[in-house]
């Protein structure tokens, strides 16, 4: 933008931590939807495409869960978008209005050790939540991308999920909760962009105090991995369809993932 297993509840995780507490502003979407509306217009002839680059902090001795990923995923796209630095005059507005007149792209990346540590010094949003650690990275031009960030790979190994939630409802001024497709099945690097994705779709969708009380949680995002009967329910009903342009793992036209809150 995965997969997986426990009982039905509510949803009531840790909440999503910022790397950066001091600044909990929140950018209120603008008349046209920005910074968080996704026109979904073509790519403009003959330049570079721009992407949202999450990395994903994936360490050998302490391994992250695939929920807790793609929660950490779709709260860093939010804040990222949610800071002030990308409203008019701010020092991020020309790099995200370029990257939302196009194809919205999100590449999730894998890092660890130094190479985790070098990419905090580039421009972006870090959330932990749980297990797991994901900055979003104010959007570039692919042609553009520094060194740090283009040497991590997009793909690996799949982590465990011991705790993947199978069914959760969201609660009146809670959490987002995020639906990731049980079929096909996503790699770890597409459910946490179609996590990011749908979080954004979500906070473009609230009103200004529902956004603010989402605000007030950290952009927690739950994400329930459902069955396909569940999913199938839920499709007919959730304000937000994540559907995939088919640029790399699955068909055109594939509902990646949904987003619902109350």
Same mark, same amino acid.
């Given at each position: 933008? %995965?997969?997986a297993? #426990?009982?039905?509840g509510?949803?009531?995780?840790g909440?999503a $931590?910022?790397?950066?507490?001091?600044?909990?502003r929140?950018?209120?979407p *603008?008349?046209?939807?920005?910074? /968080?509306?996704?026109?979904?217009?073509?790519?403009?002839?003959?330049e570079?495409?721009?992407?949202?680059?999450?990395?994903?902090r @994936?360490?050998? @001795?302490?391994? &992250?869960?695939?929920t807790?990923v793609?929660?950490a995923?779709?709260?860093? $796209?939010v804040s990222?978008l949610?800071? +002030?630095?990308?409203l008019?005059?701010?020092?991020?507005?020309?790099?995200t209005?370029?990257w939302?007149?196009?194809?919205?792209? !999100?590449?999730?990346r894998?890092a660890r050790?130094?190479?985790?540590?070098?990419v905090?010094? @580039?421009?972006?949003s870090?959330v =932990?939540?749980? =297990?797991?650690s994901? #900055?979003?990275?104010?959007?570039?031009?692919?042609?553009t @991308?520094?060194r740090?960030?283009a040497r991590?790979?997009?793909?690996? %190994?799949?982590p465990?999920?011991?705790?993947?939630?199978?069914?959760?409802? +969201?609660v +009146?001024?809670?959490?987002? $909760?995020v639906?990731?497709c049980?079929?096909? /099945?996503l790699?770890?690097? !597409?459910?946490? *962009?179609? &996590?990011?994705?749908?979080a954004?779709?979500?906070?473009?969708?609230? %009103?200004?105090? #529902?956004?603010?009380?989402?605000?007030? =949680?950290? /952009?927690?995002?739950?994400?329930?991995q459902?069955?396909? %009967?569940?999913?199938?329910?839920l499709? =007919?009903?959730? +304000?937000? #369809? $994540?559907?995939?342009?088919?640029?790399?793992?699955?068909a055109?036209?594939?509902?990646?993932?949904l987003?619902?809150?109350?």
């Open positions: 933008m %995965t997969d297993h #426990r009982g039905t509510p949803a009531s995780p909440a $931590v910022p790397a950066d507490p001091a600044s909990p929140v950018a209120l *603008a008349a046209d939807g920005y910074p /968080f509306a996704v026109p979904g217009r073509p790519d403009p002839e003959g570079s495409p721009w992407a949202m680059q999450l990395v994903m @994936l360490e050998r @001795l302490a391994p &992250s869960t695939r807790d793609c929660q995923a779709g709260a860093a $796209v990222l949610a800071d +002030p630095r990308v008019p005059g701010g020092e991020w507005e020309a790099a209005r370029r939302l007149t196009a194809r919205i792209r !999100k590449h999730a894998r050790g130094a190479a985790w540590h070098a905090q010094a @580039l421009p972006g870090t =932990t939540c749980g =297990t797991a994901v #900055r979003a990275l104010v959007p570039m031009a692919l042609d @991308l520094p740090e960030v991590l790979q997009l793909s690996g %190994t799949e465990e999920d011991p705790q993947a939630l199978r069914s959760v409802d +969201p +009146p001024g809670g959490p987002v $909760v639906s990731i049980p079929e096909p /099945f790699p770890l690097g !597409k459910a946490a *962009a179609a &996590s990011g994705h749908a954004q779709l979500a906070a473009g969708r609230q %009103t200004s105090e #529902r956004l603010a009380e989402w605000a007030a =949680t950290g /952009f927690t995002v739950v994400v329930e459902p069955d396909v %009967t569940r999913w199938r329910a499709s =007919t009903v959730a +304000p937000v #369809r $994540v559907v995939d342009g088919g640029l790399t793992v699955v055109p036209g594939t509902v990646t993932a987003s619902r809150w109350v």
